[in-house]
C-alpha cells in the first residue's frame, strides 16, 4: 500500500488514515489485523502536481495486490474507503485517488519465496 499526499496535510493524520484503511482492507478482502504495510510518500508541493479541481486534501492510493480478488470485493474496498475517509477525515471522495494494481502470485518475492510457493494463512479469492 502507497498513500501519496501534500507533506504537510498527510503527516498530522498518517495513523488514523493508516488505520482507516487497514480496516476498510481488512473488512473487505477478509485478510487477517496482523496484513498491514503501509508505505506514506508526504509530498512537496513542487513534486506533487494535480489537476485544479482537486484541493491540497488530494491523496492518491495505491494497492498491490495478488490476483484473485472479485470484482465485487474490490468495488467493496473502493466504496468503503471513499465512505470511512470522508466521514472520519473529512476529505472529499473528490481529492481521492484510489488505484488496485493486481499481479499474478509468481510475480511477487516474499520471506525468501516467490509468492506463488506461499503458504498462506488467508484466502486471496474472495
Known amino acids: 500500500m502507497k498513500i501519496f499526499g501534500l507533506k504537510e496535510n498527510l503527516n498530522p493524520i498518517k495513523e488514523r488514515f493508516s488505520e482507516i484503511i487497514h480496516t476498510c482492507v481488512v473488512e473487505a ?4 489485523t496482523d496484513k498491514k504495510f503501509h508505505r506514506f510518500f508526504p509530498m512537496d ?3 506533487f502536481h494535480y489537476a ?3 484541493t491540497e486534501a488530494y491523496t492518491i492510493i495505491e494497492l498491490s495486490i495478488f490476483e484473485g480478488r472479485s470484482v465485487e470485493s474490490k468495488k467493496h474496498l473502493i466504496r468503503s474507503l471513499f465512505e470511512h475517509i470522508q466521514r472520519e477525515l473529512s476529505i472529499s ?3 481521492i485517488e484510489i488505484t488496485i494494481i493486481e499481479t499474478p502470485k509468481s510475480n511477487w518475492g516474499i520471506r525468501g519465496l516467490p509468492g506463488d510457493e506461499l503458504q498462506l494463512n488467508y484466502n486471496v479469492n474472495v
Not at 478482502?29 to 487477517?32: A, D, E, G, Y
Open 29 to 32: 478482502f477478509k485478510l487477517p
Open 45 to 47: 508541493k513542487e513534486d
Open 52 to 54: 485544479p479541481e482537486r
Open 93 to 95: 471522495p473528490q481529492d
